[in-house]
C-alpha cells in the first residue's frame, strides 16, 4: 500500500518560515515525479512546487524565490521550505506523487496527473 504522510504545519507571522516533510512508504520509489499542493476551502487545489527523479523543479509563480522544495532520498522523504510567509499562503498543503513514466512540464503542477496524497498539513499565516 502506497502511503505519503505529511507533517510540519502549524501557525506562524507573517515574514515568519515552515518546513513540510512528507514521508513516503518504500514502494513510492516507482513513482518518478513529486509536488505540493495547497488547498483554501472553496477553491480548487493549485499547485505549488515539483521536483522530479533529476531533481529538477518547477515553481508557482507566486511561491518564486519564496518557497524551496527538494528530496531526501536517503530518508525517502519530500520537504518543502516556506519562507517569507504571506497570510495568502494560509492553506491545506498536500504532498503528492505520481508513477507516471512521463509528465509534461504543463502538468506538472497539476492535480489530476497525480495518484498519490497525503493527508495534508494546515499551515496559517498571521498579519
Known amino acids: 500500500q502506497v502511503e505519503l504522510v505529511e507533517s510540519g504545519g502549524g501557525s506562524v507571522q507573517a515574514g515568519g518560515s515552515i518546513r513540510l516533510s512528507c514521508t513516503m512508504s518504500p514502494n513510492i520509489d516507482i513513482s518518478r515525479f513529486w509536488a505540493w499542493f495547497r488547498q483554501v476551502p472553496g477553491e480548487e487545489r493549485e499547485g505549488v512546487a515539483h521536483?522530479?527523479?533529476?531533481?529538477?523543479?518547477t515553481y508557482a509563480d507566486s511561491v518564486k524565490d519564496r518557497f524551496t522544495v527538494s528530496k531526501d532520498n536517503a530518508k525517502n522523504t519530500l520537504i518543502l521550505q516556506m519562507d517569507s510567509l504571506k497570510p495568502e499562503d494560509t492553506a491545506m498543503y498536500y504532498c503528492?506523487?505520481?508513477?507516471?513514466?512521463?509528465?509534461?512540464?504543463?502538468?506538472?503542477?497539476?492535480?489530476?496527473?497525480?495518484?498519490?496524497w497525503g493527508q495534508g498539513a494546515q499551515v496559517t499565516v498571521s498579519s
Open positions: 521536483i522530479d527523479w533529476d531533481s529538477r523543479t
Open positions: 503528492a506523487a505520481t508513477s507516471r513514466a512521463a509528465l509534461g512540464w504543463w502538468a506538472r503542477l497539476k492535480a489530476q496527473w497525480y495518484d498519490y
